[in-house]
Antibody
Framework: QIQLVQSGAEVKKPGSSVNVSCKAS????????ISWVRQAPGQGLEWMGDIIPIFGTTRYAQRFEGRVTITADKSTSTVYMEVGSLISEDTAAYYC?????????WGQGTLVTVSS | EILLTQSPATLSLSPGESATLSCRASQSVSIYLGWYQQKPGQAPRLLIYDASTRATGIPARFSGSGSGADFTLTISSLEPEDFAVYYCQQRANWPWTFGQGTKVDIK
């Protein structure tokens, strides 16, 4: 049973970048995708982008295109998401989730706080 | 982009009561609609997929119905652990999108 374990909370300054990791344990990526979903405080869920690790193919939500980069290291079963040019509105919990036909399972979430 | 509208925003009920949550899509998504439960401080959890199929380990009191653009999640008899926020999500078209959520809280 695959589990996704994310890196810890981050505090970043506006204009900087953050890199969040998502490591799969108890299984392999196979042909599934790994998506990133964010949730601002008290708000809903927003899909950001996706990678199929064994192929390296990515796609991004239009609003994040150019500011978010998702990569994968097959040797360590880890997916990374970098968000650049951070602004205060990027303060949110960021979740990775395995994408087969649905998002399941999810990582535990990584809180990113953007503050000067 | 397909817009999903959930109603009501909040549902205040007592344990043992039945809950009915609605999700309406801006265009047909066929049966490609899922439901997730999220408790405070936790990641979402898949409850229902393909409109009406329960995910592994989900109790039978959760049921989903609908097709096209109108969907319903029913919780037949609320248990204390069911008070949470519920999101619908479509996978018919990219980008996959979520509804804004319905909070089920204790009356």
């Amino acid at each position: 049973q695959i589990q996704l374990v994310q890196s810890g909370a981050e505090v970043k300054k506006p204009g900087s970048s953050v890199n969040v990791s998502c490591k799969a344990s108890g299984g392999t990526f196979t042909t599934y995708g790994i998506s990133w979903v964010r949730q601002a405080p008290g708000q809903g869920l927003e899909w950001m982008g996706d990678i199929i690790p064994i192929f390296g193919t990515t796609r991004y939500a239009q609003r994040f295109e150019g500011r978010v980069t998702i990569t994968a290291d097959k040797s360590t079963s880890t997916v990374y998401m970098e968000v650049g040019s951070l602004i205060s509105e990027d303060t949110a919990a960021y979740y990775c989730a395995r994408r087969s036909n649905w998002f399941d399972p999810w990582g535990q979430g990584t809180l990113v706080t953007v503050s000067s | 982009e397909i817009l999903l509208t959930q109603s009501p925003a909040t549902l205040s009920l007592s344990p043992g009561e039945s809950a009915t949550l609605s999700c309406r899509a801006s265009q047909s998504v066929s049966i490609y609609l899922g439901w997730y439960q999220q408790k405070p401080g936790q990641a979402p959890r898949l409850l229902i997929y393909d409109a009406s199929t329960r995910a592994t380990g989900i109790p039978a009191r959760f049921s989903g119905s609908g097709s096209g653009a109108d969907f319903t999640l029913t919780i037949s008899s609320l248990e204390p652990e069911d008070f949470a926020v519920y999101y619908c999500q479509q996978r018919a078209n990219w980008p996959w999108t979520f509804g804004q959520g319905t909070k089920v809280d204790i009356k």
